[in-house]
């Protein structure tokens, strides 16, 4: 499946992804805006996502965050929440202008910090009528200090109140790695899973994918809380998959926000960590899911079969 190159403005910058056409529809077919998670690029699997729902009769947008892959903006490698959830509604108003795409049947899709992103847009974005949060980042502060070791906590703000001061008299941000091989050393995502993913993956299918984040990254996602938006997005059609074992979003934030959330709401659980849903069975399980949320809610060119009810738990 070709997908066409695009790109679209948000006002400030130039975002760049990809479209996928809705297979088997006569018509307008119902579309799903995706992006990936903290630091990732497009190539670094989403396209397998966008082929099974573009199979099952819906249009597919992805695209690269601003300041990341072949999008525009900088400063480089910075992850701005509030910028990138503004993001997803520019994709929706881009997506509802092509002919291919029905603007009355929106669905959203987001993976790690963007399965936090889509919560917020869903929650604020009546045009959305159907969103999937998979392994989703669900609050800066917590997640900051359950992944920061409390004794380099204090170093860590340190070296925050230098890079702003820097930044202030015009010096280049500093950054920080995204991973590293070993979780003792400063990075964003201290998890042996996660370095093996990122550095495996990006040799393999990601070349532009580079290994920092801007130190104020850390400081911007901290104010992020996509928590506090969960009880918003009901009457539209949530699910939420979490891994039974993740460390890097940590799977207890997303229970708990999961059980704020109002109805319709499903759950889907599985077995493994953050990373075990990008390839083998757990792709298979989470994007299959994913479709058939889309399907029942968005309607398609293929009838595909209903997920199971709420709180269902699949084994792999």
């Known amino acids: 499946m070709n997908p066409e190159d695009v790109e679209f403005n948000t006002g400030d ?10 297979q088997g529809s ?5 579309v799903v805006v995706m992006a990936h998670g903290l630091s990732a690029v497009k190539e670094m699997c989403l396209a397998d996502y966008a082929e099974v729902f573009a199979a099952a009769g819906l249009n597919v947008l992805v695209y690269d965050h601003r300041n990341f892959g072949a999008s525009d903006g900088t400063p480089r490698q910075e992850v701005d929440p509030v910028a990138q959830y503004r993001d997803y509604r520019h994709a929706i108003s881009y997506a509802i202008t092509r002919p291919e795409v029905d603007p009355e049947r929106v669905g959203i899709w987001g993976t790690s910090f963007s399965g936090g992103l889509v919560l917020t847009v869903a929650a604020v974005d009546r ?11 669900i609050d800066g502060y917590d997640t900051a200090r359950w992944l920061v070791r409390p004794d380099m906590l204090g170093h860590l703000l340190d070296n925050l109140d ?20 070993d979780p003792m050393a400063p990075s964003m995502m201290p998890d042996p899973e996660a370095w093996e993913w990122f550095s ?17 990254s850390f400081d911007l996602i901290s104010e992020f809380s996509p928590r506090s938006y969960v009880h918003r997005i009901s009457p539209k059609p949530l699910l939420m998959i979490i891994a039974r074992t993740d460390v890097c979003a940590p799977h207890e934030f997303a229970f708990e926000a999961f059980s704020m959330a109002k109805e319709p709401k499903r759950l889907l659980i599985t077995e493994g960590g953050h990373f075990g849903l990008y390839a083998g069975e757990g792709f298979a399980i989470s994007s299959r899911a994913a479709r058939d949320h889309f399907v029942e809610h968005l309607g398609s060119a293929d009838v595909a079969s209903s997920v199971a009810p709420a709180l269902q738990l699949s084994h792999h």
Do not use: H, M, Y
């Open 200 to 216: 495996t993956t990006s040799a393999a299918r990601a070349p532009r994918w580079k290994n920092e984040i801007t130190a104020r």
């Open 13 to 22: 910058v130039t975002l760049r992804g990809w479209f996928f056409a809705a």
């Open 26 to 30: 006569s018509g307008p077919a119902p």
């Open 162 to 181: 230098a890079d702003r001061a820097n930044r202030f008299a015009g010096g280049e941000p500093a950054t920080i790695p995204a991973v590293d091989p």
């Open 127 to 137: 045009r959305v009528k159907a969103v999937v949060s998979q392994v989703p980042f």
